[in-house]
C-alpha cells in the first residue's frame, strides 16, 4: 500500500504558474505508474498527467498538453505537476493517484491509490 499527500496549490492569476508536489510513502515508489487528476465544482474527476514507472514517458490530457509538465523523482519519492499559462478553467481540486497497472493509464477506476486533493484556483 502507498500512502499519497498533494502540496503546492493556491491561488494566483491567468497566466501564471504552480507547481503542485506529491510525496508517496509505503511500498516501493517505483512500483507505481503516477497520474494527476482534477475535479471542479459539480464536475466529474478527470484525468491531467500520467508518468511511467521509470519515468520515461508521460502521457496527457488534451487540455494540459503544452502547459503542463509531469515528472517524478525516484530518491525522494515524489511526483510533481509543473503547471504553466493556468486558465481560469484549471479551478480544481487535484490529487495525486498511484496505479501498480504496468501502463500509462488515464481511467481513474484503474488507479487504486488517491491523497487527498490539493485546491487549485486561477483568477481572471
Known amino acids: 500500500q502507498v500512502q499519497l499527500v498533494e502540496s503546492g496549490g493556491g491561488l494566483v492569476q491567468a497566466g501564471g504558474s504552480l507547481r503542485l508536489s506529491c510525496a508517496a510513502s509505503g511500498r516501493t515508489f517505483s512500483s507505481y505508474t503516477m497520474g494527476w487528476f482534477r475535479q471542479a465544482p459539480g464536475k466529474e474527476r478527470e484525468f491531467v498527467a500520467a508518468?511511467?514507472?521509470?519515468?520515461?514517458?508521460?502521457y496527457y490530457a488534451e487540455s494540459a498538453k503544452g502547459r503542463f509538465t509531469i515528472s517524478r523523482d525516484s530518491a525522494k519519492n515524489t511526483v510533481a505537476l509543473e503547471m504553466n499559462s493556468l486558465r481560469p478553467e484549471d479551478t480544481a481540486v487535484y490529487y495525486c493517484a498511484a496505479s501498480l497497472v504496468v501502463r500509462l493509464i488515464v481511467k481513474k477506476n484503474e488507479y487504486a491509490y488517491w491523497g487527498q486533493g490539493t485546491q487549485v484556483t486561477v483568477s481572471s
Open positions: 508518468i511511467a514507472r521509470s519515468g520515461g514517458m508521460a
